[in-house]
């Protein structure tokens, strides 16, 4: 411990102590803790000095904890008239970006330059409990679960060249988010990534958002007006479900092209990888909400192609993140293989997924699976029985199972080879637990469209 706070020592009194100070750090090393940076600051609270573009520093995070950061880019903090007042765009080395934030010059604890990589990424105050283990040996699928559960990014060199250059592609147009929240209804919501808001709209910190209409306002008073206005109460579609105070409603692109081209800006805030924002027409939008004596609310969406060449049935999908971790994502998932079972045609997400909609859907096919294998009572059964059940493809099937080890490649097929003591052990898995929510059929008033029954012909 000692050696770790000498090191922080050394980096801090390099460039933000006095001389006079300098003289006197052998002696302040001995007791210089990460709780001193949090409560003294760097010696450059309040400081004038500029960080640099492309540096990285150590950063302070939301709950505390320091970890090395990039900065990407700064800007002039709000109402401020003194060009040496910016914020910065912060991203922290090893996290997904959606943690990445503006942060004020108070929260960076060192200089440009610090040296070796090796020596900043110590200086964490909360480093994982696994590098503090015994190194041990994990299997390929337990590193992907570990990765998916701690939004572990993957580096360039872990992708083929194709994705790697897409991606590159894709973080530049991306790299930094200028809106930090939205207010929505009576929430008020930290957004996670970019979105192509117009530019007198994307570049405002807070955004104003019409929880009915979706139309976007930069002031509050404007939105304060609009409220009074408004006399939208519902999505612009058609009710397609209803069970209790929980509402699914069918809108077309064609038909509704603002109020879709608003669900997908809105989406993209807390969306990495979404492409489809003003070319609308092509699409089904089913918009998920929670009723009251107010109106409905919106909770979610998914969105589909009217007709996918891939066999795509959902294109993109979000829960809003005051509604997530009750149930409302993989009642979203389970609403679209219903449809898809209406269509009598399987179906899968549009990929590539986010870390949390792997999840969601590794989760939701796995249940569903053990459900299945549960209650079964016959002599055999199949990856292709399980796919027409269930509507889900055979792919999707197949790694599920093996992901649980409950399929093995025998004779040059791939065979289920499962026992009732593993299924129960499985359910009884937090990991695979009951979905709180279930989409009711008799509630769903739903049938294809007529050019599904054409193309069956």
């Given at each position: 411990?000692?050696?770790?706070?000498?090191n922080l020592?050394?980096?801090?009194?390099?460039?933000?102590?006095?001389?006079s100070?300098?003289?006197h750090?052998?002696?302040?090393?001995?007791?210089?803790?990460?709780?001193?940076?949090?409560?003294k600051?760097?010696?450059l609270?309040?400081s004038?000095?500029?960080l640099?573009?492309?540096?990285?520093?150590?950063?302070?995070?939301?709950d505390?904890?320091?970890?090395?950061g990039?900065v990407?880019?700064?800007?002039?903090?709000?109402?401020s008239?003194?060009?040496?007042?910016y914020?910065?765009y912060i991203h922290?080395e090893?996290?997904n970006?959606?943690?990445?934030e503006w942060v004020?010059?108070?929260?960076?604890?060192?200089?440009?330059g610090?040296g070796?990589?090796?020596k900043?990424?110590?200086?964490?105050t909360k480093?994982?409990?696994a590098?503090?283990?015994?190194?041990?040996?994990i299997?390929?699928?337990?590193?992907?679960?570990h990765d998916e559960?701690?939004h572990?990014?993957?580096?360039?060199?872990?992708?083929?060249?194709t994705?790697?250059?897409?991606?590159k592609e894709?973080?530049a147009?991306?790299?930094?988010?200028?809106i930090?929240?939205?207010?929505?209804?009576?929430?008020?919501?930290?957004?996670w990534?970019?979105?192509?808001?117009?530019?007198?709209y994307?570049?405002?910190?807070?955004?104003?958002?019409?929880?009915?209409?979706?139309?976007?306002?930069r002031?509050?008073?404007?939105?304060?007006?609009h409220?009074?206005?408004?006399?939208?109460r519902?999505?612009?579609?058609?009710?397609?479900?209803?069970?209790?105070t929980?509402?699914?409603?069918e809108?077309?692109?064609k038909?509704?092209k603002?109020y879709?081209?608003?669900?997908?800006?809105?989406?993209?805030l807390?969306?990495?990888?979404?492409t489809l924002y003003?070319d609308?027409?092509?699409?089904l939008f089913?918009?998920?909400?929670?009723?009251?004596?107010h109106?409905?609310?919106?909770?979610?969406?998914f969105?589909?192609e009217?007709?996918?060449?891939d066999?795509n049935n959902?294109?993109?999908i979000?829960?809003?993140p005051?509604?997530?971790?009750?149930?409302?994502g993989k009642?979203?998932?389970?609403f679209?293989?219903?449809?898809?079972?209406?269509?009598k045609c399987?179906?899968?997400p549009?990929?590539p997924l986010?870390?949390?909609?792997?999840?969601?859907y590794?989760s939701?096919?796995s249940?569903v699976?053990?459900?299945i294998?549960?209650?079964?009572?016959?002599n055999a059964?199949s990856i292709?029985?399980?796919?027409?059940m269930t509507?889900?493809?055979q792919?999707?099937?197949?790694?599920?199972?093996?992901?649980?080890?409950m399929?093995?490649?025998?004779k040059g097929?791939?065979?289920i080879c499962v026992?009732a003591?593993?299924?129960?052990?499985h359910l009884?898995?937090?990991?695979?637990k009951?979905?709180?929510?279930?989409?009711?059929?008799d509630?769903?008033?739903?049938?294809?469209?007529?050019r599904?029954?054409?193309?069956?012909?």
């Open positions: 411990m000692a050696s770790e706070n000498e020592c050394d980096i801090l009194t390099e460039t933000t102590l006095s001389d100070h300098r003289n750090r052998n002696s302040l090393s001995s007791s210089f803790t990460s709780q001193d940076i949090r409560e600051g760097d010696g609270r309040g004038k000095v500029l640099e573009i492309g540096e990285r520093y150590l950063v302070r995070r939301p505390g904890t320091w970890h090395p990039e990407i880019h700064t800007r002039l903090q709000e109402g008239r003194d060009e040496a007042n914020d910065y922290y090893g996290f970006r959606r943690l990445d004020s010059r108070d929260r960076v604890s060192a200089s440009n610090v070796d990589p090796a900043l990424a110590s200086l964490s480093q994982p409990q590098l503090e283990e015994p190194e041990r040996k299997t390929r699928n337990q590193k992907r679960i559960i701690n572990v990014q993957k580096t360039y060199d872990e992708m083929d060249p994705t790697a250059a897409l991606e894709h973080e147009i991306t790299k930094v988010k200028y930090d929240k939205i207010q929505i209804g009576k929430y008020e919501i930290d957004t990534y970019f979105s192509p808001y117009p530019e007198e994307g570049k405002q910190p807070k955004l104003w958002v019409c929880e009915y209409c979706l139309k976007y306002m002031l509050e008073k404007t939105y304060r007006y409220q009074g206005e408004c006399t939208v519902q999505p612009l579609g058609v009710e397609i479900y209803r069970k209790g929980i509402s699914v409603y809108v077309d692109g038909d509704n603002i879709c081209q608003n669900m997908c800006l809105l989406a993209k807390f969306l990495d990888h979404k003003f609308v027409e092509p699409f089913y918009v998920l909400c929670e009723i009251d004596k109106g409905t609310h919106l909770v979610g969406y969105s589909k009217k007709e996918s060449p066999g959902v294109a993109c979000l829960t809003l005051p509604f997530q971790r009750k149930g409302y009642f979203l998932i389970a679209s293989y219903e449809l898809s079972k209406l269509e399987v179906g899968s549009e990929k986010s870390d949390l909609g792997k999840l969601s590794r939701y096919w249940y699976l053990l459900d294998l549960r209650n079964f009572k016959g059964l292709r029985d399980l796919s027409i509507s889900i493809t792919q999707d099937i197949m790694e599920t199972l093996q992901s649980m080890n399929v093995k490649y025998w097929n791939h065979v026992t003591k593993l299924v129960e052990e009884k898995s937090t990991q695979y009951r979905p709180p929510l279930f989409v009711h059929e509630a769903l008033r739903w049938s294809p469209p007529k599904h029954k054409a193309l069956k012909k």
